[in-house]
Nanobody, 120 residues
Framework: QVQLVESGGGLVQAGGSLRLSCAAS????????MGWFRQAPGEEREFVAD????????NYVDSVKGRFTISRDNAKNTVYLQMNSLKPEDTAVYYC?????????????WGQGTQVTVSS
């Protein structure tokens, strides 16, 4: 069983930055692909970014490319999402996810989410 706890959300003005963190309780954190998803009010949950086991491969949804960066620190069992040049349309609850194979198809584990609100 893996527990994921997100932090770092909040209210920020458009153009600002936030860094989300997700701390994992996994015994062998490096064996999990990690990802971030988000869900805006009235919308379906969407994939934002993921990162491979050792961090060598990352993927992003087109709408955040060049603005968001996913990274991980396997020594700290933590994955991060650095969000720059935030836009009001980035407003959503952001969720961390983990899976041994891939997170883009029904990941095994989810965090509880952290709210990000971007004001115009």
């Amino acid at each position: 069983q893996v527990q994921l706890v997100e932090s770092g959300g909040g209210l920020v003005q458009a153009g600002g930055s936030l860094r989300l963190s997700c701390a994992a309780s996994a015994r062998n954190f490096v064996s999990y692909v990690m990802g971030w998803f988000r869900q805006a009010p009235g919308e379906e949950r969407e994939f934002v970014a993921d990162i491979s086991w050792k961090g060598g491969v990352t993927n992003y949804v087109d709408s955040v490319k060049g603005r968001f960066t996913i990274s991980r620190d396997n020594a700290k069992n933590t994955v991060y999402l650095q969000m720059n040049s935030l836009k009001p349309e980035d407003t959503a609850v952001y969720y961390c996810a983990a899976d041994r194979v891939k997170v883009t198809s029904s990941p095994s584990y989810w965090g509880q989410g952290t709210q990000v609100t971007v004001s115009s």
